[in-house]
T-cell receptor, first 113, second 111 residues
Framework: ETAVFQTPNYHVTQVGNEVSFNCKQTLGHDTMYWYKQDSKKLLKIMFSYNNKQLIVNETVPRRFSPQSSDKAHLNLRIKSVEPEDSAVYLC????????????FGPGTRLTVL | GEQVEQRPPHLSVREGDSAFITCTYTDPNSYYFFWYKQEPGASLQLLMKVFSSTEINEGQGFTVLLNKKDKRLSLNLTAAHPGDSAAYFCAVRDSNYQLIWGSGTKLIIKP
Protein backbone atom coordinates (compact mmCIF):
# COMPACT_ATOMS: atom_id res chain seq x y z
CA GLU A 1 0.00 0.00 0.00
CA THR A 2 1.33 3.41 -0.97
CA ALA A 3 0.40 6.16 1.41
CA VAL A 4 1.56 8.40 4.24
CA PHE A 5 1.70 6.64 7.60
CA GLN A 6 1.88 8.24 11.02
CA THR A 7 2.38 6.81 14.49
CA PRO A 8 1.06 7.04 17.09
CA ASN A 9 -2.56 7.95 16.43
CA TYR A 10 -2.92 9.52 19.86
CA HIS A 11 -0.54 10.58 22.58
CA VAL A 12 -1.28 11.97 26.02
CA THR A 13 1.56 13.38 28.05
CA GLN A 14 2.39 15.89 30.73
CA VAL A 15 3.93 19.33 30.49
CA GLY A 16 7.70 19.21 30.15
CA ASN A 17 7.95 15.73 28.67
CA GLU A 18 9.62 14.92 25.38
CA VAL A 19 7.60 13.33 22.59
CA SER A 20 8.43 12.06 19.15
CA PHE A 21 6.06 11.37 16.29
CA ASN A 22 6.86 9.23 13.29
CA CYS A 23 5.98 9.73 9.65
CA LYS A 24 6.75 7.49 6.73
CA GLN A 25 5.66 7.77 3.12
CA THR A 26 5.77 5.00 0.56
CA LEU A 27 4.76 7.19 -2.38
CA GLY A 28 8.29 7.75 -3.62
CA HIS A 29 8.00 11.46 -2.88
CA ASP A 30 11.01 13.62 -2.20
CA THR A 31 9.49 16.36 -0.06
CA MET A 32 7.80 15.97 3.32
CA TYR A 33 5.98 18.36 5.61
CA TRP A 34 4.69 18.73 9.14
CA TYR A 35 1.56 20.72 9.88
CA LYS A 36 -0.13 21.63 13.13
CA GLN A 37 -3.93 21.68 13.12
CA ASP A 38 -5.48 23.38 16.13
CA SER A 39 -8.88 22.88 17.72
CA LYS A 40 -10.41 25.35 15.25
CA LYS A 41 -9.06 23.24 12.37
CA LEU A 42 -6.60 25.94 11.29
CA LEU A 43 -3.64 24.48 9.41
CA LYS A 44 -0.19 25.83 10.08
CA ILE A 45 2.90 24.67 8.20
CA MET A 46 5.75 23.89 10.56
CA PHE A 47 8.47 22.37 8.40
CA SER A 48 9.10 21.28 4.87
CA TYR A 49 12.06 19.10 3.99
CA ASN A 50 13.60 17.52 0.97
CA ASN A 51 17.05 16.10 0.42
CA LYS A 52 18.34 19.54 -0.28
CA GLN A 53 16.74 21.86 2.14
CA LEU A 54 14.92 22.19 5.43
CA ILE A 55 12.51 25.11 5.56
CA VAL A 56 11.36 26.11 8.99
CA ASN A 57 8.38 28.32 9.69
CA GLU A 58 10.00 31.01 11.82
CA THR A 59 7.00 31.10 14.16
CA VAL A 60 7.60 27.50 15.28
CA PRO A 61 9.09 27.33 18.81
CA ARG A 62 12.59 25.91 19.06
CA ARG A 63 11.41 22.97 21.13
CA PHE A 64 10.10 21.50 17.88
CA SER A 65 12.57 19.82 15.57
CA PRO A 66 12.24 17.57 12.50
CA GLN A 67 14.37 14.48 12.16
CA SER A 68 14.94 12.66 8.89
CA SER A 69 16.87 9.47 8.20
CA ASP A 70 16.01 9.34 4.52
CA LYS A 71 13.59 10.91 2.10
CA ALA A 72 10.79 8.50 3.09
CA HIS A 73 10.85 9.43 6.79
CA LEU A 74 10.36 12.71 8.60
CA ASN A 75 9.81 12.50 12.35
CA LEU A 76 8.81 15.33 14.65
CA ARG A 77 10.36 15.77 18.06
CA ILE A 78 9.06 18.09 20.75
CA LYS A 79 11.68 18.57 23.42
CA SER A 80 9.55 19.85 26.30
CA VAL A 81 5.84 20.00 25.57
CA GLU A 82 3.64 22.91 26.60
CA PRO A 83 -0.17 22.96 26.98
CA GLU A 84 -0.50 24.97 23.76
CA ASP A 85 1.11 22.12 21.86
CA SER A 86 -2.12 20.13 22.18
CA ALA A 87 -3.26 19.71 18.59
CA VAL A 88 -3.34 17.29 15.69
CA TYR A 89 -0.03 17.00 13.87
CA LEU A 90 -0.34 16.13 10.22
CA CYS A 91 2.46 14.80 8.07
CA UNK A 92 2.31 15.23 4.31
CA UNK A 93 4.46 14.50 1.29
CA UNK A 94 4.71 15.59 -2.31
CA UNK A 95 6.83 15.01 -5.38
CA UNK A 96 8.74 18.23 -5.64
CA UNK A 97 7.54 21.32 -3.86
CA UNK A 98 6.64 23.61 -6.72
CA UNK A 99 3.61 22.21 -8.47
CA UNK A 100 2.59 19.02 -6.80
CA UNK A 101 -0.32 18.35 -4.52
CA UNK A 102 0.39 17.14 -1.02
CA UNK A 103 -0.77 13.80 0.34
CA PHE A 104 -1.58 13.65 4.01
CA GLY A 105 -1.23 11.08 6.74
CA PRO A 106 -3.99 10.36 9.27
CA GLY A 107 -2.49 12.63 11.91
CA THR A 108 -1.31 12.29 15.50
CA ARG A 109 -3.49 13.85 18.17
CA LEU A 110 -1.41 15.21 21.05
CA THR A 111 -2.95 16.09 24.39
CA VAL A 112 -0.77 17.84 26.93
CA LEU A 113 -2.07 17.71 30.50
CA GLY B 1 2.97 37.72 0.58
CA GLU B 2 -0.09 35.85 -0.54
CA GLN B 3 -3.12 35.92 1.70
CA VAL B 4 -6.06 33.59 1.36
CA GLU B 5 -9.44 34.24 2.91
CA GLN B 6 -12.01 31.47 3.01
CA ARG B 7 -15.72 31.97 3.62
CA PRO B 8 -17.94 30.96 5.28
CA PRO B 9 -16.31 29.32 8.31
CA HIS B 10 -19.47 27.32 8.94
CA LEU B 11 -22.20 26.24 6.54
CA SER B 12 -25.31 24.18 7.05
CA VAL B 13 -27.49 23.07 4.12
CA ARG B 14 -30.27 20.57 3.64
CA GLU B 15 -29.69 17.32 1.84
CA GLY B 16 -30.18 17.87 -1.88
CA ASP B 17 -29.35 21.57 -1.76
CA SER B 18 -26.17 23.21 -3.01
CA ALA B 19 -23.29 24.37 -0.84
CA PHE B 20 -21.01 27.18 -1.97
CA ILE B 21 -17.58 27.92 -0.48
CA THR B 22 -15.28 30.70 -1.63
CA CYS B 23 -11.65 31.61 -1.24
CA THR B 24 -10.20 34.94 -2.28
CA TYR B 25 -6.49 35.45 -2.73
CA THR B 26 -4.24 38.46 -3.20
CA ASP B 27 -1.31 37.41 -5.39
CA PRO B 28 -2.34 37.85 -9.04
CA ASN B 29 0.53 35.58 -10.07
CA SER B 30 -0.76 32.59 -8.11
CA TYR B 31 -1.11 29.76 -10.55
CA TYR B 32 -2.08 26.53 -8.85
CA PHE B 33 -5.09 25.92 -6.63
CA PHE B 34 -6.34 23.03 -4.54
CA TRP B 35 -9.45 21.96 -2.67
CA TYR B 36 -9.14 19.43 0.14
CA LYS B 37 -11.81 17.63 2.14
CA GLN B 38 -11.37 16.51 5.74
CA GLU B 39 -14.04 14.20 7.11
CA PRO B 40 -14.52 14.07 10.89
CA GLY B 41 -11.60 12.31 12.55
CA ALA B 42 -9.83 11.79 9.24
CA SER B 43 -7.03 13.43 7.35
CA LEU B 44 -7.12 15.72 4.34
CA GLN B 45 -7.97 14.29 0.96
CA LEU B 46 -7.41 16.10 -2.28
CA LEU B 47 -10.68 16.89 -4.04
CA MET B 48 -9.33 18.76 -7.02
CA LYS B 49 -6.31 20.68 -8.27
CA VAL B 50 -6.83 23.55 -10.67
CA PHE B 51 -4.40 25.19 -13.04
CA SER B 52 -4.68 28.92 -13.50
CA SER B 53 -5.50 28.41 -17.14
CA THR B 54 -8.69 26.50 -16.43
CA GLU B 55 -11.72 28.29 -15.14
CA ILE B 56 -14.24 25.56 -14.60
CA ASN B 57 -13.48 22.10 -13.35
CA GLU B 58 -16.08 19.45 -12.65
CA GLY B 59 -15.74 16.58 -10.26
CA GLN B 60 -18.14 13.99 -8.94
CA GLY B 61 -20.93 16.03 -7.40
CA PHE B 62 -19.06 19.32 -7.34
CA THR B 63 -17.75 22.14 -9.50
CA VAL B 64 -14.71 24.31 -8.95
CA LEU B 65 -14.69 27.79 -10.42
CA LEU B 66 -11.64 30.00 -10.79
CA ASN B 67 -12.20 33.70 -11.44
CA LYS B 68 -8.73 35.16 -12.04
CA LYS B 69 -10.00 38.67 -12.53
CA ASP B 70 -11.57 38.73 -9.07
CA LYS B 71 -8.92 36.37 -7.62
CA ARG B 72 -11.63 34.07 -6.37
CA LEU B 73 -11.73 30.29 -6.14
CA SER B 74 -15.05 28.62 -5.45
CA LEU B 75 -16.27 25.14 -4.63
CA ASN B 76 -19.88 24.35 -5.39
CA LEU B 77 -21.26 21.10 -4.04
CA THR B 78 -24.40 20.24 -5.97
CA ALA B 79 -27.18 18.09 -4.48
CA ALA B 80 -25.37 17.70 -1.17
CA HIS B 81 -25.66 14.39 0.65
CA PRO B 82 -24.67 13.36 4.19
CA GLY B 83 -21.29 12.10 2.99
CA ASP B 84 -20.39 15.68 2.09
CA SER B 85 -20.40 16.69 5.76
CA ALA B 86 -16.77 17.60 6.37
CA ALA B 87 -14.32 20.47 6.62
CA TYR B 88 -13.18 21.89 3.30
CA PHE B 89 -9.92 23.74 2.74
CA CYS B 90 -8.63 25.69 -0.19
CA ALA B 91 -4.90 26.10 -0.82
CA VAL B 92 -3.16 28.45 -3.22
CA ARG B 93 0.33 28.05 -4.67
CA ASP B 94 1.66 31.55 -4.97
CA SER B 95 4.43 33.04 -7.10
CA ASN B 96 6.97 32.28 -4.35
CA TYR B 97 6.12 28.56 -4.57
CA GLN B 98 4.50 28.71 -1.14
CA LEU B 99 1.29 26.83 -0.44
CA ILE B 100 -1.05 29.16 1.42
CA TRP B 101 -4.07 27.59 3.13
CA GLY B 102 -7.54 28.91 3.74
CA SER B 103 -8.94 28.74 7.25
CA GLY B 104 -11.46 26.03 6.39
CA THR B 105 -15.24 25.69 6.12
CA LYS B 106 -17.12 23.25 8.30
CA LEU B 107 -20.03 21.96 6.22
CA ILE B 108 -22.98 20.16 7.79
CA ILE B 109 -25.62 18.46 5.66
CA LYS B 110 -28.98 18.25 7.40
CA PRO B 111 -31.47 15.48 6.50
Amino acid sequence: ETAVFQTPNYHVTQVGNEVSFNCKQTLGHDTMYWYKQDSKKLLKIMFSYNNKQLIVNETVPRRFSPQSSDKAHLNLRIKSVEPEDSAVYLCASSYGDNYAEQFFGPGTRLTVL
Amino acid sequence: GEQVEQRPPHLSVREGDSAFITCTYTDPNSYYFFWYKQEPGASLQLLMKVFSSTEINEGQGFTVLLNKKDKRLSLNLTAAHPGDSAAYFCAVRDSNYQLIWGSGTKLIIKP
